[in-house]
């Protein structure tokens, strides 16, 4: 079973990111999960959204502990949250971030070959004209996963369809943002 937990503040999507994921994954025949931690947020607060894929059913019903990837939304979260925290050996982290891989790596103690990262506020900026980072993560998520980006871009398409119907400048820029996150990801070196 693979994990997934992803960090950001209340409005930054993750949430959303969390759904969409799952329902471009569920096509592929794998077992899914995607839920949100609730509890007194507020727009700006922390907050967490898990997945869990599988092969098998999964029976598990709770927050994500043993996370093969961790997607950060909001960087500032590194200085507040432990993002490592329960990380698979081996696991990988994908930031919202300018710095490299080698500087996050060094700021969170783990090896720069586990760290992704991709300007995803920028690439949300630049394509919606707001600062949602959530699918542009998205994209790179799919990326660093090496999953197939056209049968999620499909799926993807499909749902926000389902929910912007009446703004397709809202659909378009969505997947413009997944796909230049997924073609901007940098890696170490």
């Known amino acids: 079973m693979i994990e997934i937990r992803w ?11 969390a759904l969409l994921f799952a329902e471009s994954v569920l096509p592929t025949g794998k077992h899914v999960q995607a839920f949100p931690e609730y509890g007194p947020e507020r727009m700006g607060a922390p907050v967490q959204s898990f997945n869990r894929i599988s092969d098998k059913p999964i029976t598990l019903h709770s927050a994500a502990t043993s996370p093969t ?55 949300a900026l630049n394509t919606i004209k707001l600062n949602k980072p ?15 980006i056209k049968s999620i871009l499909k799926d993807t398409k499909e749902k926000l369809t389902e929910k912007f119907r009446h703004k397709p400048q809202v ?5 413009a943002c997944i796909k230049r996150a997924y073609d901007e990801v940098v890696t170490h070196n």
């Open 69 to 123: 990837y961790v997607v950060i939304l909001d960087p500032s979260l590194m200085n507040c949250v432990n993002v490592t925290a329960g990380l698979v050996k081996g696991g990988k982290i994908i930031v919202n971030s300018t710095f490299s891989p080698k500087e996050i790596a060094a700021r969170l103690g783990i090896n720069p070959k586990q760290v992704y990262v991709v300007d995803a506020s920028h690439i």
């Open 134 to 148: 959530n699918t542009p993560m998205l994209g790179a998520l799919i990326k660093v996963m090496d999953l197939d």
């Open 171 to 175: 659909i378009e820029g969505n997947m």
């Open 7 to 17: 960090h950001g503040r209340g409005g930054q999507g993750a949430k959303t990111a």
